[in-house]
């Protein structure tokens, strides 16, 4: 096992670096949860991301004080080259919520910080940025729905405050407030746009609007039950969050879904990308108003939505994962199905991205639109297709993999303008890999079981399940209670990354270019809500 | 331009003729559940196991489902032992609370032909959501029906609204249904918005938009297909 060598070198190199500062904690299938003290954060995540080369991929607060005694931190890593990621657990005293920000090293972690500050009340020393984030200006202060000690089914009363926006000031300067309730059949957000004339100089968004409050809803609800929640998070990337959160159980339960199921889990997965990407790749096109682009896109994803309600049940492609596996066979006569209409799509989907990238007028609006920059994609952790138009190579299929990506060939592309038409350019390429994968998985599987049963887990046991929804990698922490109990559930959509990345990608552009960008990202606010 | 035009006449037509010609759903279409009562031995196993509650069941009567309430999860069939529970076919599940002609007084115009629609995004899953944008389509375009979705709830007749009406957005849901002119409908879109559906009662939300706004017509589903919405849609219009 090169992976167990592996891990322990890097015990061994923390160890020596860190001493009595950092130890093991506990190991769960291929992860290794250190516990770190409180005022060693900010010298092991550096060390871990520049020496290491460990990307801060989410970070976790949690109310242990029933169970240890204190608050939680975890900082998940992972590192694409290490094929594992890395949990660090730092415990907060309960008279002294507070813990050292790590921003300003690792800027991926400036809203993970500002959402425990919210949900928690646990203050990170140092932060740059005092705003609230998940609570609306109305949220009275000092309530913390995710202590252990709130009671989820209360009336929170409304108190009056003024929304924190920064306020650009000078001649000329109109600033634009647009939203929640937007012109369109879109999900709500507000943005504020301080502009001369068309251009865009500031663009700041007040997201959270369809905060459900579903991760405290979790609490100590049974696992299997918290499957239904995970599903409905999102419907866009319903199933990619189903299978993470389905990996976390089963890596928690010790046990892995038979071969069977997770290449059936593959080929779900990615109908679910090729609906996501045809439909988006349409769908840009309205930003320019190019409708044979929006209606051609429209046709061919749906298509894919009746081929998977004709297979799943389900158009969202729901219902169909349960930790330990599938609930539904792929029989050959179904094979045959999606084989026909993936032969179809393809070819009409060639026809029609030939056309749209060969419209000048189109390309005129797409092209140096919008750039998102290497190192800013690099510094937040801007994940999936946007991050990889702009050259940042990453994904989770191959670099962490799961299902049954690790007995499949497909080629990961990448770009390196960072702007619409990258963007544009990435989904394409994908949709045709995609169309391959799936010819692939229907190929290699062999018979089989489809699901085992899940017994009893151990109790406080932490997981983490990692997908790469069609938006980018997601990540689902988990932490188990008593009897077969959530203790703490956290999902780190893929839009939760990259809502602070497309956000660096307006200004210098015109306000009118906005719905273009925004398109191009193709962002869940229910995913970043939740 | 000539490239475009040529697609365009390839393809054809594309449009689904639902309603008048209701194609039958897929075998592993998950719709309403039912129950067979000759293998059904009343334990009460999809009761206790239903993630949302939508299943009841009186005392020596077989289980039914309470539609407004069931995410069509299919959970309630996997889990019976003795194969009572199946997923049936049927979708058409719009319940109106009220119709038009009821709600709109006496003496004031109901809607006529052309119908115009403003969706309210109140915290939903975006499930709701793209359904409704596939409704604006080439495959299920509902302008052939009378139907037009508008920008501004000044423009619109009825409200489509979504989601369990989040605290986030209770009050902008208000103001949307305060700007929009009389007489109007307010049709609850997706199980979250008909009941809370999976979204349990919560400091975060309402539980379904009846707690915020006065409902019309419900379309329960999660999320409905496109055809159960223009069902929903011409329900409440009265044109079934």
């Given at each position: ?13 923390l ?9 093991v904690l506990?190991?769960?299938c ?14 092991i995540?550096l060390f ?13 607060g949690n109310d242990?004080?029933e169970v240890e005694?204190h608050?939680?931190i ?11 990621p890395v ?5 907060v005293?309960e008279?002294?919520?507070e ?11 400036h809203?993970?910080e500002?959402?425990?500050?919210d949900?928690?009340?646990?203050e ?6 005092t ?13 913390f729905p ?8 209360q009336?929170?009363p409304?108190?009056s405050?003024?929304?924190q926006?920064?306020?650009?000031k000078?001649?000329?300067i109109?600033?634009i407030?647009?939203g929640p309730?937007h ?12 502009a ?5 100089i500031n ?6 609007y ?7 809803q979790?609490?100590d609800q049974s696992?299997?039950?918290?499957l239904f ?7 866009a990337?319903s199933?990619?969050?189903s299978?993470?959160?389905c990996?976390?159980v089963?890596k928690?339960?010790g046990?892995?879904?038979p071969?069977?199921?997770r290449?059936?889990r593959?080929v ?9 990407h ?8 309205a930003?320019?108003?190019f409708?044979?682009?929006?209606m051609?896109?429209a046709r ?7 081929l ?8 969202f ?13 792929l ?6 199905i ?30 140096t ?7 800013t994609?690099?510094?937040?952790h801007?994940v999936g297709?946007a991050?990889?138009?702009?050259g940042?190579?990453?994904?989770c299929?191959?670099d962490?993999p799961?299902?049954?990506y ?11 303008e ?5 963007r ?9 890999e ?6 692939q998985?229907?190929e290699?599987?062999?018979e ?9 887990l151990?109790?406080?046991q932490?997981?983490?399940g990692i997908?790469?929804?069609p938006?980018?990698e997601?990540?689902?922490f988990?932490m188990t ?11 780190r959509?893929a839009?939760?990354c990259?809502w602070?990345a497309?956000?660096?990608?307006v ?17 869940c ?6 | ?13 594309s449009?689904?003729s ?10 592993n ?5 039912v ?8 334990c009460?196993l999809?009761?206790?196991c ?21 995410i069509?999860?299919?959970?309630c069939?996997?889990?019976?032992a003795n194969g009572?529970?199946t997923m049936?076919d049927?979708?058409e ?7 038009q002609s009821e709600?709109?007084?006496k003496?004031?115009?109901g ?9 309210l ?19 299920y375009d509902?302008?052939?029906l ?12 009825i ?12 009050i902008?849901?208000?103001r ?7 007489p109007?409908?307010?049709v609850?879109?997706g199980?979250c ?5 999976i979204?349990?009662?919560s400091?975060a939300?309402?539980s ?13 589903g ?5 055809q ?13």
């Amino acid at each position: 096992m090169i992976k167990n060598n592996e891990q322990q070198k890097l015990i061994e190199q923390l160890n020596e670096k860190f001493g009595s500062d950092i130890e093991v904690l506990t190991k769960v299938c291929s992860e290794i949860i250190f516990k770190i003290s409180l005022n060693q954060v900010q010298d092991i995540c550096l060390f871990m991301k520049e020496n290491l080369g460990f990307d801060l991929i989410s970070m976790i607060g949690n109310d242990e004080r029933e169970v240890e005694g204190h608050f939680a931190i975890y900082y998940i890593f992972a590192c694409y080259r290490r094929k594992y990621p890395v949990v660090l657990k730092a415990f907060v005293e309960e008279d002294k919520p507070e813990f050292p920000s790590i921003t300003l090293l690792i800027p991926a972690a400036h809203w993970y910080e500002r959402e425990i500050r919210d949900m928690l009340g646990i203050e990170p020393i140092g932060h740059p940025d005092t705003r609230r984030l998940v609570h609306h200006s109305d949220w009275p202060v000092g309530l913390f729905p995710l202590r252990r000690d709130f009671d989820p089914q209360q009336v929170v009363p409304r108190y009056s405050g003024e929304d924190q926006f920064q306020r650009v000031k000078g001649h000329g300067i109109v600033n634009i407030p647009v939203g929640p309730i937007h012109a369109g059949i879109i999900e709500p957000g507000h943005f504020r746009f301080s502009a001369v004339g068309e251009n865009v100089i500031n663009l700041e968004a007040q997201l959270f609007y369809t905060h459900r409050g579903l991760e405290k809803q979790c609490q100590d609800q049974s696992v299997e039950k918290a499957l239904f929640v995970s599903e409905r998070i999102c419907a866009a990337c319903s199933l990619s969050h189903s299978t993470a959160y389905c990996q976390a159980v089963e890596k928690i339960a010790g046990i892995q879904a038979p071969e069977r199921a997770r290449f059936i889990r593959t080929v779900a997965l990615e109908l679910e990308r090729l609906y996501n990407h045809i439909g988006d790749v349409g769908n840009i096109c309205a930003g320019a108003g190019f409708s044979f682009g929006v209606m051609h896109g429209a046709r061919l994803k749906e298509e894919i939505m009746k081929l998977n309600e004709a297979i799943f049940g389900s158009r969202f492609l729901r219902g169909i994962n349960i930790p330990g596996g599938v609930r539904w066979d792929l029989e050959t006569r179904k094979k045959k199905i999606i084989l026909e209409v993936l032969g179809s799509v393809e070819k009409d989907f060639r026809e029609v991205a030939e056309i749209i990238l060969s419209n000048d007028s189109y390309l005129d609006r797409v092209e140096t639109t919008g750039k998102l920059l290497h190192k800013t994609a690099y510094d937040l952790h801007a994940v999936g297709p946007a991050a990889r138009a702009a050259g940042i190579d990453q994904d989770c299929r191959r670099d962490l993999p799961y299902a049954a990506y690790d007995q499949i060939k497909f080629v990961i592309p990448t770009y390196t303008e960072g702007d619409v038409l990258d963007r544009i350019n990435i989904r394409v390429d994908e949709i045709y890999e995609s169309i391959g994968i799936i010819r692939q998985a229907l190929e290699k599987m062999q018979e089989g079981l489809i699901r085992v049963e899940l017994k009893q887990l151990p109790a406080y046991q932490v997981a983490v399940g990692i997908v790469e929804s069609p938006r980018g990698e997601i990540v689902h922490f988990l932490m188990t209670g008593p009897n077969n109990t959530v203790y703490r559930y956290m999902v780190r959509s893929a839009s939760y990354c990259n809502w602070p990345a497309l956000l660096t990608t307006v200004p210098g552009n015109i306000v009118p270019d906005f719905p273009l960008i925004n398109k191009s990202f193709e962002l869940c606010y229910a995913c970043l809500d939740r | 331009m000539l490239r475009i035009f040529r697609k365009g006449y390839k393809t054809g037509m594309s449009t689904d003729s639902y309603p008048y010609d209701k194609k039958p759903v897929s075998s592993n279409f998950r719709g309403k559940p039912v129950w067979d009562s000759d293998k059904c031995n009343l334990c009460g196993l999809c009761v206790e196991c239903c993630p949302t509650g939508a299943i009841a069941i009186e005392k020596s009567k077989i289980p039914y489902v309470q539609v407004e309430k069931c995410i069509f999860c299919g959970y309630c069939e996997d889990q019976c032992a003795n194969g009572a529970v199946t997923m049936g076919d049927e979708y058409e599940l719009t319940l109106p609370e009220k119709t038009q002609s009821e709600r709109f007084n006496k003496g004031q115009p109901g809607f006529g032909r052309s119908v115009h629609i403003r969706h309210l995004d109140a915290g939903s899953c975006n499930g709701c959501d793209w359904e409704m944008v596939a409704l604006t389509g080439p495959v299920y375009d509902i302008q052939r029906l009378g139907f037009d979705f508008v920008a501004s709830p000044r423009h619109a007749d009825i409200l489509m609204v979504t989601g369990p009406v989040t605290r986030n957005l209770e009050i902008a849901a208000i103001r949307t249904f305060k700007a929009t002119p009389a007489p109007k409908l307010v049709v609850a879109v997706g199980t979250c918005a008909c009941s809370g559906g999976i979204c349990e009662k919560s400091y975060a939300h309402h539980s379904g938009v009846e707690n915020i706004l006065p409902v019309d017509v419900y379309i329960p589903g999660c999320p409905p297909r496109p055809q159960a919405l223009i069902h929903g849609l011409l329900k409440a219009v009265e044109k079934l």
